[in-house]
């Protein structure tokens, strides 16, 4: 997102698609409310818990280089 501050990219949709998941099956599996998943996905999050990392991970099968990067001049 233009001028909030980070460099930060979620590839949440990517992995969605790739292993064939719903938000809302993702959801379901990591116990984590679609409304928090739905603000990872679309870029807006400004900070991801330890814990909401690993169960994403787990249930996604990934490590967290998958699910996140640093895009310098995204920002």
């Not at 292993?19 to 116990?31: G, Q």
């Amino acid at each position: 997102m233009p001028g909030d501050g980070h460099a930060i990219v979620v590839h949440l949709d990517e992995l969605l698609r790739a292993k064939d998941m719903t938000l809302t099956e993702l959801s379901s599996r990591a116990d984590i409310t679609i409304a928090n998943l739905s603000v990872l996905k679309n870029d807006r999050a400004r900070a991801i818990r330890f814990s909401t990392l690993t169960a994403l991970c787990a249930v996604l099968d990934c490590q967290p280089g998958d699910l996140i990067s640093y895009a310098p001049g995204q920002d």
